[in-house]
Each structure stands twice: as structure tokens, then as C-alpha cells.
């Protein structure tokens, strides 16, 4: 069920939404951004075609020009993408700090399925090895080629293959990053606190959730769908910020996205004393989704630009 979901206003686009949770993400880390070295942004609605989001964020934050910066895709999992990456360059020491984003304005044509949830929002993740607030300790992915979904070029709203995009789409590559995570990992439901899946609706992530043997208080705390519907590359980002937000040092988070066309990226990560440090330092999912103005279809309309004369 969604009750409610997260409209752009007419100033807002997925740029804006990375430049501010840029801006959150460093005041937390407290770190120079020069010495940023990794600048990713992950979305499916880049405002340009043709011009990175990455290079405006990296020049918004001042981590410009020694820096290498690239804007990501992969539907609603290019911003786990971008922590992966990140966390290749950060393991090598090729860089000191990479930042990965997840954020996106996402597209419902009026009347399609999608409507009901599209929705905006997007969160960032500094990676490195010093000071960390909770440590990654495992990744993996489960990727195919599965045409559930797709936009092509010139195309303003995307087609999707309806049932289609449930069990051979999301709950075949969540379901099998997960079970192949525990495998590597030696864990089962029961060894984490937290678990947070992609969401592009509440029934799909507590199905996931229940199959995997997460009970409510596992999962309860990254549902965020109910009450601001999916942000699609932003939906994972933003569930594990409100677990963030809670979480206690020496909890074990369980993680796994999810990005038509098709994959999954698994995650599991360790909360550590740092984040009782430095969680005040910027504001909290919470805070931002009860910070909001209500908007009638008709604004919500306009400032998307489904209008057309």
C-alpha cells in the first residue's frame, strides 16, 4: 500500500537531489572534499542527455577537478552500483574518499501502474576506509538479461511488462543475490537487525523479506514505499539511511537493490561506534519525509510536465 508519495517541485530535478544529499553525506563525514577522488551518480533521470549529473555535484561540494566522475544507469540499482564502485577504487587505493549517489525524479505515464508510485528522492554514501560509521564487509551481485522494464531514447515515460515484472524480474534476482549473499557470507536471516530490499511497492519488498525469513522488526525500519513511494534508484539508498538512522553499534545491516533489465546488488555492513558520533550532524530521513507541503494532482501535473499542448 502506498499512502502517499514524493513529488519534485518546480525547481527540483535529480541534480538538486544529488547536490543535497551530497551536502548532508560530507557534513556527517566531516572530511575535506578535495580529497574526494570518485564522484558517481546513479539515476534513470538525469536531467541531460547528453552532460553528466556527476560533474555538477562534484563542482557543487567543491570536490573538483582531481577527480574522476561518471553518471550511472541501471534502473533502480545505479546507485548501489556506484557504492560498488566506489568501493573498488577505495579498496585499491587508488582514492582515498569515492561518493555514490542514488537519486532519481521517476516517470508514470498518466493512467499506467507506475503513476501510483513514481515518486522522488535520492541519498548519497561516502566511501572509504578511515572513520567509517558502519563498515561494508561483503557485496555481491545476480545480474541478467530480462527486459522488464525499458525507456528508449526520445520516449518520455517508460513501458513495463506488468506481472512480468515479478517473478522472473524482481523476486528471481532479490531473492537470488540474497540467498547466494548468506551462502558467501556463512549467515542466515537470523544472524542480522536490520534488512532492507528495493521497493517498488510494500508488497513486493515484504514478500522478498518474508521469503528470506526476516521478521517486521528486520524489515520494518528500511519500508519507506508506504509513505513516499518508490524512488527508484534512490529507494535502497534512502531504506538504509532510516535503518542508519536507529541502528547501534555492532548491528548487522543485510542490503540487496534491485534494477530492471536485470539485477540485484547485495550488500552486508556493520554498524560502527563512529555513528554516534556523527549521526546529528545533518538531518534525518525522517525528519526530511515529514518535512513536506501537500500538492493536488493538477500541481503535481504541471511541475512534471505531463501537460501537453
Request: aromatic share 10%.
Amino acid at each position: 500500500v502506498v499512502n502517499e508519495k514524493s513529488v519534485p517541485s518546480a525547481d527540483e530535478d535529480t541534480a538538486t537531489i544529488a547536490v543535497t544529499a551530497a551536502r548532508y553525506a560530507l557534513a556527517r563525514a566531516q572530511i575535506d572534499p578535495q580529497k574526494i577522488g570518485a564522484v558517481y551518480v546513479g539515476s534513470e533521470s538525469h536531467p541531460y542527455a547528453v552532460k553528466p549529473t556527476a560533474t555538477i555535484v562534484a563542482e557543487a561540494v567543491c570536490a573538483t577537478p582531481d577527480l574522476t566522475a561518471a553518471d550511472l544507469e541501471f534502473a533502480c540499482k545505479a546507485g548501489t552500483a556506484g557504492i560498488q564502485m566506489s568501493m573498488g577504487l577505495v579498496e585499491s587505493d587508488m582514492i582515498e574518499y569515492g561518493l555514490a549517489i542514488g537519486a532519481d525524479t521517476s516517470q508514470g505515464a498518466p493512467g499506467d501502474a507506475l503513476e501510483y508510485t513514481a515518486s522522488a528522492g535520492g541519498a548519497a554514501y561516502i566511501i572509504g576506509k578511515k572513520n567509517t560509521l558502519a563498515e561494508i564487509e561483503e557485496t555481491y551481485s545476480f545480474t541478467t538479461d530480462t527486459p522488464d522494464f525499458y525507456r528508449r531514447e526520445g520516449e518520455d515515460y517508460p513501458s513495463h511488462g506488468g506481472r512480468f515484472t515479478g517473478e522472473p524480474a524482481y523476486f528471481k534476482h532479490v531473492l537470488s543475490a540474497a540467498k547466494n549473499l548468506f551462502e558467501i557470507t556463512d549467515t542466515q536471516a537470523s544472524d542480522y537487525d536490520y534488512a532492507c530490499f528495493h521497493q517498488p511497492n510494500g508488497k513486493f519488498y515484504l514478500r522478498a523479506a518474508k521469503k528470506l525469513g526476516f521478521t517486521p522488526e528486520q524489515y520494518s525500519q528500511g519500508l519507506l514505499t508506504p509513505n513516499i513511494g518508490n524512488t527508484y534508484s534512490g529507494a535502497v539508498p534512502l531504506a538504509l539511511s532510516n535503518i542508519l538512522d536507529v541502528a547501534e553499534p555492532g548491528d548487522k545491516i543485510f542490503v540487496v537493490s534491485y534494477g530492471s533489465g536485470a539485477g540485484s546488488d547485495g550488500f552486508t555492513l556493520e554498524v560502527t561506534d563512529e555513528i554516534l558520533k556523527k549521526r546529528d550532524l545533518a538531518p534525518k530521513t525522517e525528519d526530511i519525509i515529514s518535512n513536506k507541503t501537500y500538492v493536488d494532482y493538477a500541481v503535481y501535473a504541471k511541475f512534471k510536465g505531463k501537460i501537453k499542448m
